[in-house]
């Protein structure tokens, strides 16, 4: 007699787990259901360590383990039972809890010590229910008579118990009676099947989800068995949108096989709602239903959100809105232009440079008085010549608003900013040619803007006399983000301010080959019938046609890779064209909800663009592009406003973003996206933001430089 503990190794499904490239570990952590938890412990401890070449390829590592038991050593002759099996799966013979979910449609295989004498099978082997109903088996003996396959007459009844009874009946062809043994295993769920489920006339079923669902939702989902009507209830049948639950109504037809399920009140439009149907909803005995969840589009609502304006009070509003980000959102210290409508402390230098833009759109539009507009740019300029830190003249992107001090946008991005710098000075350019001269406090801030502006060392971001311009610069890192300013993209004004420059210019080279790449800008490719001189197959985002020529007016621009009007006129109409043609079929895309930019997204933040398409549509795209597609433009914002602006619209105008594929909705603004849209309205209304950038006496100098005219 000995007293020993055995684990059995059940290697039955392999997965992924060995990974054999000369010699490694394997390490992973298996299903578990072994009784003994300290054997388990202890044995998956060590198991990691063991060499994945000394474990057998194809098999799995589902451990089962036996508890202490006595063992007695079996004399020679002795029948008994050494395993067992139903179908493929293995029988624990001592611990039942172990014998789970088994299939209902295969034979039981009872491996014997000996050969059997088959006329004894019938009383010697016997299965039984749990409610102790003896089931029809049928016998074949196989290998020597060793071995019975025992078939149950008809497949078992799902999820219940059943015992497997041997007797002493049961004898070998000696006549050698057998060891009895019970065995007590439990079978497997069935499936309780959906057969069609149909909203509005279309199927929940296929792919992709049906779109256009009227807001009076009524379901209809057919079961391939009768249900359980007392498991169905609002706890196992969801309807909802983003964590909001809609109240449902149930019932039943075609003799519970049936479900309708019915909204209590109207969906909201223009949104992406899921069904959800629970586990917990039962079929007949044993039968449920697993986890059942499909999404649809409920359809827009046409009714105008607000009432009907005329374009111009249309055009008014918007600017009048959106320009509250940069007057009552600014930051009450700085005045700078926060980052975003969460930012608190952190402010933004090219946002600001834009916002510094949109206050003289609010002083001739009439939001604010002239005298209010110079005291926020005193603060503005005062901060940023006395509190601000500089590094070779050039600002970071973030600031504390508060103290001047730089925050850093990432980890070695704790410096200089070159293309925000840019944005900030094409602003303060534009206020400082505002400004009248004539006027004692006008002119020391244009004489404060001036020296801002002659102290930025443009050419010291050659980093060291190269043809290109340098985007990034640390005072701890040194020029390690190693990111050099090439087109096309959004820095041509980085490069046109920095070959302006009064007291640093850069040479005509460094924009020919840092910027036009000697020439690698220029595309000249079509794209939905339209040619797009330069950059990125499809235009890009259409940023890139907005932060540049808030002040630098495209009209009559040209140099010897583009007229910058065709450029970008192509590059918003090919934006829209994709949109409408909608390649990758997302929700909500037409000729009146299109625009693809930089901005929030669902996950995140993102530069969208017909090559990076998560589905987003921005109204700052759309909205910035009014000098290049008036009608277009005019057609998205009315949709946005009246369509969709009771999701849209909010304390400083359009929020940054949505994306019907997702059901998703911004509460964000930016302020990198809000200034375009003042300043660009402002652009196609008067051209007075352009005028005055293009007074500036330096403009001529530089686009002399670099071979452009205007």
């Known amino acids: 007699m000995a007293r020993y503990c055995v684990f059995f190794v059940n290697f039955r499904y392999i997965g992924t787990m060995l990974y054999l490239t000369g010699i490694k570990t394997a390490t992973f952590v298996p299903p578990w259901e072994a009784t003994n938890s300290f054997i388990s412990e202890m044995v998956m401890s060590r198991l990691h360590k063991i060499?994945?070449?000394?474990?057998?390829?194809?098999?799995?590592?589902?451990?089962?383990?036996?508890?202490?038991?006595?063992?007695?050593?079996?004399?020679?002759?002795?029948?008994?039972?050494?395993?067992?099996?139903?179908?493929?799966?293995?029988?624990?013979?001592?611990?039942?809890?172990?014998?789970?979910?088994?299939?209902?449609?295969?034979?039981?295989?009872?491996?014997?010590?000996?050969?059997?004498?088959?006329?004894?099978?019938?009383?010697?082997?016997?299965?039984?229910?749990?409610?102790?109903?003896?089931?029809?088996?049928?016998?074949?003996?196989?290998?020597a008579d060793k071995t019975v396959v025992a078939t149950p007459a008809g497949a078992l009844d799902h999820f219940k118990q059943f015992t497997l009874s041997i007797s002493t009946s049961l004898k070998s062809r000696e006549g050698q009676p057998c060891k009895q043994q019970t065995i007590v295993f439990e079978t497997q769920t069935g499936e309780l099947k959906i057969i069609t489920a149909e909203v509005g006339g279309l199927s929940l079923l296929t792919a992709p989800p049906p779109r256009d669902i009227g807001l009076n939702f009524s379901a209809r989902v057919r079961f391939d068995n009768r249900l359980n009507t007392a498991s169905v209830s609002p706890a196992s049948v969801k309807l909802f949108k983003s964590g909001e639950f809609a109240s449902v109504k149930l019932a039943f037809d075609n003799h519970d096989s049936t479900l309708i399920i019915t909204s209590e009140q109207p969906l909201r439009h223009y949104e992406k709602y899921t069904l959800l149907l629970s586990s917990g909803i039962e079929g007949p005995e044993g039968y449920y239903l697993s986890d059942f969840s499909r999404s649809f589009f409920t359809a827009l609502d046409p009714t105008p959100k607000f009432p009907l304006l005329s374009d111009d009070a249309l055009l008014d509003l918007v600017q009048t809105q959106t320009f509250k980000y940069f007057w009552d959102f600014a930051h009450p210290v700085s005045g700078m232009a926060r980052e975003r409508n969460s930012s608190g402390d952190i402010v933004t230098t090219g946002g600001t440079g834009f916002g510094l833009m949109a206050i003289i759109a609010g002083i001739e539009r009439g939001f604010?008085?002239?005298?209010?507009?110079?005291?926020?740019?005193?603060?503005?300029?005062?901060?940023?010549?006395?509190?601000?830190?500089?590094?070779?003249?050039?600002?970071?992107?973030?600031?504390?608003?508060?103290?001047?001090?730089?925050?850093?946008?990432?980890?070695?991005?704790?410096?200089?900013?070159?293309?925000?710098?840019?944005?900030?000075?094409?602003?303060?350019?534009?206020?400082?040619?505002?400004?009248?001269?004539?006027?004692?406090?006008?002119?020391?801030?244009?004489?404060?803007?001036?020296?801002?502006?002659?102290?930025?060392?443009?050419?010291?971001?050659?980093?060291?006399?190269?043809?290109?311009?340098?985007?990034?610069?640390?005072?701890?890192?040194?020029?390690?983000?190693?990111?050099?300013?090439?087109?096309?993209?959004?820095?041509?004004?980085?490069?046109?301010?920095?070959?302006?420059?009064?007291?640093?210019?850069?040479?005509?080279?460094?924009?020919?080959?840092?910027?036009?790449?000697?020439?690698?800008?220029?595309?000249?490719?079509?794209?939905?019938?339209?040619?797009?001189?330069?950059?990125?197959?499809?235009?890009?985002?259409?940023?890139?046609?907005?932060?540049?020529?808030?002040?630098?007016?495209?009209?009559?621009?040209?140099?010897?890779?583009?007229?910058?009007?065709v450029q970008n006129t192509n590059h918003t109409l090919i934006n829209r064209a994709y949109c409408i043609a909608n390649p990758l079929n997302k929700t909500g895309y037409s000729a009146q909800c299109w625009g693809l930019t930089a901005s929030d997204n669902q996950i995140g933040y993102s530069a969208h663009s017909p090559s990076n398409d998560l589905g987003v549509i921005s109204p700052t795209a759309a909205l910035s592009s009014f000098p290049y597609t008036p009608d277009e433009s005019m057609e998205a914002l009315k949709f946005f406003y009246y369509q969709l602006g009771d999701k849209l619209w909010g304390e400083y105008g359009f929020y940054d973003a949505f994306n019907p594929t997702e059901g998703w909705y911004a509460d964000s603004y930016l302020a990198i996206d809000q200034g375009p849209i003042v300043v660009m309205i402002e652009n196609y209304r008067s051209g007075r933001l352009w005028q005055l950038f293009m007074t500036s006496p330096e403009v001529a100098v530089g686009a002399t430089l670099l071979g452009f005219t205007y």
């Open 51 to 143: 060499p994945a070449y000394l474990l057998f390829i194809g098999l799995s590592a589902v451990l089962q383990f036996t508890a202490c038991q006595k063992e007695e050593k079996q004399p020679a002759g002795e029948l008994y039972l050494t395993s067992a099996k139903i179908g493929d799966q293995s029988l624990n013979l001592n611990n039942p809890v172990l014998n789970r979910d088994l299939p209902v449609d295969q034979p039981l295989l009872l491996y014997f010590s000996q050969p059997l004498d088959g006329g004894s099978l019938p009383g010697g082997i016997v299965l039984s229910s749990q409610d102790q109903a003896n089931i029809p088996l049928s016998f074949q003996l196989q290998d």
């Open 368 to 565: 604010i008085s002239r005298q209010a507009g110079v005291a926020r740019w005193q603060k503005v300029v005062g901060f940023l010549k006395n509190n601000a830190q500089r590094y070779h003249g050039a600002w970071s992107h973030w600031l504390n608003g508060t103290t001047g001090a730089t925050i850093p946008f990432s980890q070695k991005d704790d410096g200089a900013d070159l293309v925000e710098t840019s944005f900030l000075v094409q602003g303060l350019l534009t206020v400082r040619q505002y400004l009248d001269p004539a006027d004692p406090v006008e002119n020391q801030l244009r004489a404060d803007i001036q020296n801002l502006w002659e102290t930025v060392e443009w050419d010291w971001f050659t980093k060291g006399g190269q043809k290109v311009l340098y985007w990034h610069w640390s005072p701890n890192y040194n020029w390690e983000m190693n990111h050099q300013i090439r087109g096309y993209n959004e820095c041509l004004i980085t490069y046109f301010l920095a070959a302006c420059s009064p007291t640093h210019p850069i040479t005509a080279d460094v924009y020919h080959q840092g910027w036009a790449s000697s020439g690698a800008i220029v595309n000249n490719g079509t794209y939905f019938g339209y040619q797009l001189p330069l950059g990125f197959a499809y235009g890009g985002p259409l940023f890139f046609a907005h932060y540049s020529y808030l002040g630098l007016d495209p009209r009559n621009l040209k140099d010897n890779y583009a007229e910058y009007w």
